[in-house]
């Protein structure tokens, strides 16, 4: 019988690697990973690596400023995450070998505040630019009102897109009509692929703060039983649509937050369908596990923690602490990955 990673994906679930570094792309496609994300800390920790030096260098006979080279980087290393992965992509006629870019957290600083209307014209703007030419290059768009007024017209563009950042299902509805419509504007529905990303362990971080009178057949349990019912509801929307490939949700923060919970607790909980990511780290602890996992990601509580889910928890002041929180979160690694290029840009001109 199969264990760790494999009985994973025998469960229904597709894994996704939170790096594009390209040693842990070759190691964790060994073992059956089928694609992967990016974000700033990512790029930021890969270049302050030194690995890619000679890339950097020679992208700075272009006279580039700081944020342009860091999208640069970015481009590149993520091109190559998606050469990597492209026979996935090929084989499985565009429902998987995926690899996310996230446009520009920036227009979400809170420091430095974009106008709504130009942020929306910015992720439409840029979403169009780093799609253009890429097969399996998935755009990477944040569930704040700025990314999900931006959503239609780039599904009308014929973009495919992870709408990250979600926590309510509230914010996935809109994302998903949004999306949808967007691409029926469009067409060619046979090669249409859309994935929203949930984030849940920080929903058990928010409700043990909170919400400590949570029972205990709750607390530490919110965000799977969210995730969940959003998961199903997402399954059942499409169900009847037709479609050639798959919508999935994004299971993603799935690392360990509270003491009593095992190191795979969300792992195991959203096993069974959509699409898990996990950093390098969590796939070697899920190997040395050696788990066996069983489809649980639509099983659900019984009628009185559903009951007592939805009188306590008040999802929509949920969604604006963690959306404010998460906003943060978004725009401060940008800052530090430009911080990141000027110090080795220094570093590399004095050598």
Same mark, same amino acid.
């Given at each position: 019988m199969a264990t760790g990673i494999q009985s994973l994906i025998d469960s229904g679930s597709k894994v996704w690697l939170d790096s594009v570094d390209p040693?842990?792309? *070759?190691?964790?496609?060994?073992?059956?990973?089928?694609?992967?994300?990016?974000? !700033?800390?990512?790029?930021?920790?890969?270049i302050a690596s030194g690995r890619f030096d000679d890339t950097m260098a020679s992208f700075m006979n272009d006279d580039l400023s700081d944020e342009d080279?860091?999208?640069?980087?970015? /481009?590149?290393?993520?091109?190559? +995450?998606?050469?990597?992965?492209?026979?996935?992509? @090929?084989?499985?006629?565009?429902?998987?070998?995926?690899v996310s870019f996230e446009l520009d957290p920036l227009l979400e600083d809170i420091d430095n505040p974009v106008p709504h209307d130009e942020a929306?014209? #910015?992720?439409?703007?840029?979403?169009? @630019?780093?799609?253009?030419?890429? /097969?399996?290059r998935m755009i990477k768009v944040p569930a704040t009102p700025a990314g999900l007024d931006a959503l239609e017209e780039l599904a009308a563009a014929g973009i495919t897109l992870n709408v990250t950042l979600?926590?309510?299902?509230?914010?996935?509805?809109?994302?998903r009509d949004a999306v949808w419509r967007g691409r029926q504007h469009f067409g060619q529905l046979d090669s249409f692929k859309s994935v929203y990303s949930i984030f849940i362990s920080r929903v058990d971080v928010y409700t043990g703060k909170q919400l400590p009178d949570l029972s205990d057949e709750l607390q530490g349990r919110v965000g799977v039983l969210n995730a969940k019912q959003i998961g199903i509801a997402n399954a059942a929307f499409w169900a009847d649509k037709g479609l050639a490939l798959k919508q999935e949700m994004i299971f993603a923060?799935?690392? #360990?937050?509270?003491?009593?919970?095992?190191?795979?607790?969300?792992? +195991?909980e959203m096993a069974g369908s959509d699409i898990q990511t996990n950093p390098p780290g969590t796939n070697a602890a899920i190997a040395e596990l050696g788990q066996t996992y069983a489809a649980?990601?639509?099983?659900? !509580?019984?009628?009185?923690?559903?009951?007592?889910?939805? @009188?306590?928890? /008040?999802? !929509?002041?949920?969604?604006? *602490?963690?959306?404010?929180?998460?906003?943060?979160?978004?725009? /401060? !690694?940008?800052?530090?990955l430009i911080q990141t290029i000027s110090s080795k840009r220094s570093e590399l001109a004095s050598g």
């Open positions: 040693d842990e792309i *070759t190691k964790n496609k060994a073992i059956g990973i089928s694609g992967a994300t990016s974000n !700033p800390i990512i790029i930021a920790g890969l080279l860091a999208w640069k980087m970015t /481009d590149r290393l993520v091109n190559n +995450a998606q050469d990597a992965f492209h026979d996935v992509w @090929q084989d499985s006629k565009g429902d998987n070998g995926w929306v014209a #910015k992720y439409i703007a840029l979403g169009k @630019q780093w799609s253009a030419g890429h /097969d399996n979600i926590f309510s299902e509230r914010q996935y509805i809109a994302a923060s799935t690392g #360990k937050k509270l003491d009593w919970q095992a190191e795979d607790y969300y792992i +195991a649980s990601s639509r099983d659900l !509580p019984g009628q009185a923690i559903l009951d007592e889910f939805k @009188q306590k928890v /008040d999802i !929509p002041k949920l969604e604006a *602490t963690l959306m404010a929180e998460g906003t943060e979160k978004f725009a /401060d !690694p940008q800052k530090k």
